[in-house]
């Protein structure tokens, strides 16, 4: 294959299925019930045909503010076969957010499901590029509902003549450091999170049903519920709810997924809440767990009461899809694991020197699933992006035997008496107390005005907040971590600011 030969990614995901005669086999299941590939591969058609229809060609820009339905995968796909670019956005923001973002996108079509309306019905009128709104849901809201822009639609389509290095689609960052940025993926991008991940290290193949409490707006999301599964032939359960653990133990419990995928967060409310899938019966052969680091508690808890491992891993925005994880029968609880192969590491110090092992480094990854750019941030895209290799933001140190262990975003790590000192470190130990529910630590200055660890912790529902708790807590992180790490100060919430991701905005704590 040549970098001129035409490649669509709709097509790669959904054309073996058919060839296959996997055409009666449910690609999707929702709250409707399941959608067979042939019909998918339909509705994509028509979806593709009525963007044609209204005069949307290829690279124009389609947002997508959707719900997890079937809506969404028909949306995401008949917009790349028919070569316009689809920006799933996350469902949770405002309608500041949203007025951004359209206008950052400069979308010509908006697709949003008809929960979601408000957060655009205040500001649609401010975009003089945005052509055409289609409404996915019984009420359209004055504007046309999806379900009759399909019908409307031809089933047949040609592909689009795109090639595996055009942008094929969008991911905004989530914005734990402040605005969000659009990431360019290409055609190509999709397929390589399978073919390195998902069948090497899950072992994902058509057999398998996928359940993802991460939505598919999310990076690690789109992969588990959507690339991951069209890719192997097997069947996703999309649940367009809030992923509470009593509604995602329900979903376990109804389905029986033999693959789970969750992030911190959510494993760590479920043990809290006791809203646990049943262990009779159970198909689940991998649980996973992505977007901040596992605390190895909750591993332990996990596997102890679930009776299945977490493999734990990193991935991002920028790199589409997890390429640092744990794996079966090579797992260390409280480590992001290995390189995923076809991915290379380095931890790098503020010189761009390589750390020795067992220090903590800025974290550079490289690998085939990486994003071009950020859109119109040119800066911001110099910064990141250096030849193959990727700034993850991250800090890391790997240990003797390879494996990887986070130590906190870049802009998160504390200087102490002029030691750095990881906040996932502290947190972690933190939440090894089984008063703790989840952890979340800064720097704050002291009557010195010197940097310690502060710590806010959410306690369980059963714990009552006051000094002879935050003195155990103190005490407890006291006998598992050096003496300078330890909270100085320790301030209970009732919850933890985070994106819609489930990663915790540190920021938001800080004081000013």
Not at 415 to 433: F, N
Request: proline share 6%; hydrophobic share 45%.
């Amino acid at each position: 294959m040549t970098d001129f030969d035409f490649y669509n990614a709709a097509d790669d995901l959904l054309q073996p299925n058919l060839a296959a005669g996997r055409g009666a086999k449910a690609a999707f299941i929702d709250r409707d019930g399941p959608l067979s590939y042939a019909e998918l591969d339909r509705r994509v058609n028509r979806f593709a045909n009525a963007l044609r229809d209204r005069g949307i060609g290829m690279e124009a820009r389609v947002l997508l503010c959707m719900l997890d339905t079937v809506d969404l995968p028909v949306c995401f796909l008949g917009a790349i076969r028919a070569g316009a670019v689809p920006v799933p956005v996350n469902t949770l923001l405002n309608a500041e957010d949203y007025r951004y973002m359209l206008a950052d996108s400069r979308a010509r079509v908006l697709v949003v499901s008809e929960a979601l309306y408000r957060g655009f019905a205040t500001h649609l009128g401010e975009h003089p590029l945005l052509e055409h709104v289609l409404v996915a849901g019984t009420e359209g809201h004055g504007h046309e509902r999806l379900a009759d822009a399909l019908d409307g639609a031809s089933e047949v389509a040609r592909t689009a003549p795109t090639r595996r290095d055009d942008v094929a689609f969008w991911l905004y960052t989530s914005g734990t450091t402040g605005r969000p940025k659009g990431a360019l993926h290409t055609q190509a991008d999709l397929r390589a999170t399978f073919d390195l991940y998902a069948r090497p290290v899950l072992g994902v193949n058509a057999d398998d049903l996928h359940f993802s409490a991460a939505k598919l707006f999310f990076a690690y999301g789109l992969g588990n519920g959507l690339t991951f599964p069209l890719a192997a032939g097997a069947t996703a359960v999309l649940y367009d709810g809030r992923p509470t653990p009593e509604a995602v133990a329900q979903v376990l419990d109804a389905h029986r997924p033999t693959l789970f995928f969750g992030v911190p967060t959510l494993y760590a409310m479920m043990l809290n809440s006791g809203h646990l899938p049943a262990r009779a019966g159970t198909r689940l052969r991998h649980c996973v767990s992505a977007g901040e680091a596992l605390p190895q508690a909750i591993f332990e808890h996990w596997r102890e009461r679930v009776g299945v491992d977490i493999l734990d891993g990193i991935g991002s925005t920028e790199m589409l899809h997890i390429f640092l994880s744990n794996r079966p029968g090579a797992i260390r609880a409280g480590t992001s694991g290995k390189p995923v192969p076809g991915y290379e590491l380095k931890l790098l110090d503020d010189a761009g020197a390589p750390v020795p092992e067992g220090e903590i480094g800025d974290l550079w990854v490289q690998g085939p699933s990486s994003a071009i750019g950020y859109w119109n941030r040119r800066a911001r895209s110099a910064f990141t992006f250096q030849g193959p290799w990727t700034r993850t933001g991250d800090k890391y140190r790997r240990d003797a035997d390879g494996f990887y262990v986070y130590c906190g975003r870049s802009d998160d790590m504390l200087k102490v008496g002029g030691i750095y000192v990881s906040p996932t470190e502290v947190e972690h130990a933190l939440a090894a107390h089984a008063a703790v529910v989840e952890a979340a630590v800064i720097g704050a200055a002291d009557a010195d005005e010197l940097v310690k660890p502060k710590a806010f912790v959410v306690l369980a529902a059963n714990c009552q907040a006051g000094p002879a708790i935050e003195r155990e807590l103190i005490a407890f992180v006291r006998k598992r971590l050096a003496e300078y790490k330890r909270p100085r100060w320790i301030e209970f919430v009732d919850e933890l600011p985070k994106t819609a991701t489930g990663k915790i905005q540190r920021y938001k704590l800080r004081p000013g």
